[in-house]
């Protein structure tokens, strides 16, 4: 990653300390979130090597593993940040992958719709509400490149699902509707521990602003991506 967290920032120093601390406790969860996400990526490169793949889908697979443990670092620097201290590596958040009882090649691409196509196509979108209103330059790159690496991992989805065989898309459809309504509500869940006011000038609008965008953006990105590979939500 190109854009280091800075060991000092003039819109940090600026706040008040319960703001610094109460931002600094949400990069320490954003990390453990992140080293979550990791081993969601564990599973998607297992069952991408035990299915019919495009190299170039392996590939990314493997570039998102390594991703995410970066974020995670990335996190624990601006919890750092914030807090004014170090904080320690937490343990990852827990991923239980979900297993549909299906043949390897249906089973590896329900992952990858789960885990790419909708939760990192949400995580684009609740970045994209996020990034540009954060007030410190520096602080907007590193947050710029986050969302850079997090557009690469729901392109992997969609990838793979354009890659398939279209009688394997179709055989998926049916599975489409309760995926994205697991990752909903995983995200509002998500959402509803944020602080309702927000901090807009430190990437976190208040959150009924990201409530409204990823709840539309099942209508806005979701419903027409899947449409547009000739799944029919
Ligand atoms: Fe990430
Ligand atoms: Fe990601």
Redesign the pocket.
């Known amino acids: 990653m190109s854009a280091a967290v800075p060991q000092f920032d003039e819109s940090v120093a600026r706040l008040r300390p319960e703001q610094r601390h109460a931002l600094a406790r949400y990069w320490a969860r954003r990390a453990r979130s992140e080293l979550g996400?990791r081993s969601g990526?564990a599973v998607i490169e297992r069952a991408l090597a035990s299915a019919p793949s495009a190299p170039v889908v392996r590939e990314l697979a493997a570039q998102?593993l390594a991703?995410?443990r970066r974020?995670a670092q990335l996190c624990l620097e601006l919890a750092a940040l914030y807090g004014g201290r170090s904080v320690p590596t937490p343990t990852p958040a827990p991923f239980d992958a979900p297993r549909y009882g299906v043949e390897p090649e249906l089973e590896a691409l329900l992952q990858v719709i789960g885990m790419c196509c909708v939760n990192?196509s949400l995580?684009v979108v609740f970045l994209q509400a996020c990034v540009p209103s954060v007030e410190s330059p520096q602080l907007r790159a590193v947050q710029r490149r986050h969302l850079a690496?997090?557009v690469q991992?729901a392109r992997l989805g969609w990838a793979h699902l354009a890659w398939v065989p279209a009688g394997l898309r179709a055989r998926a459809r049916e599975w489409v509707a309760p995926l994205i309504d697991t990752q909903r509500s995983a995200w509002r869940e998500r959402v509803a521990t944020l602080p309702e006011e927000g901090y807009p000038g430190h990437g976190l609008p208040p959150r009924a602003v990201i409530e409204a965008e990823l709840m539309s953006a099942v209508d806005r990105v979701l419903v027409p991506g899947f449409a547009y590979l000739g799944v029919r939500v």
């Open positions: 996400a990526f998102a991703d995410e974020h990192e995580a690496d997090e991992h």
